[in-house]
């Protein structure tokens, strides 16, 4: 593999290892890792789907939505849009939930 392709595919595994890290626990790593590689390639859709994936683990259904949406409007057809809808129909259903206690 030569330097340049080598440099090309990097987001890819960087996106590799944040899985890695993801599915083993630690969250915290994973998205150090995800929010290092997007200052170098801000445009990389999977990225944030992977921070968006790490900050609901976290429970913090705000920031996830927000990255899910930025992912989502570089990639309208990648998971980041079905994983927010799903976030959306659980908030959804979560809030009608607490009016009705």
Do not use: H
């Amino acid at each position: 593999m030569s330097y340049g392709d080598f440099v090309l595919n990097l987001p890819m595994m960087t996106a590799d290892t944040v899985k890695a890290l993801l599915a083993a626990g630690r969250i915290d790593e994973a998205d150090r890792m995800a929010e290092d590689a997007l200052r170098r390639n801000p445009q990389c859709a999977e990225l944030l789907y992977l921070r968006g994936q790490a900050a609901m683990k976290r429970s913090a259904w705000g920031e996830a939505i927000s990255l899910f949406l930025q992912a989502e409007a570089l990639e309208p057809e990648g998971p980041a849009r079905e994983a927010r809808e799903m976030l959306d129909d659980i908030m959804a259903f979560y809030n009608k939930d607490m009016y009705n206690q």
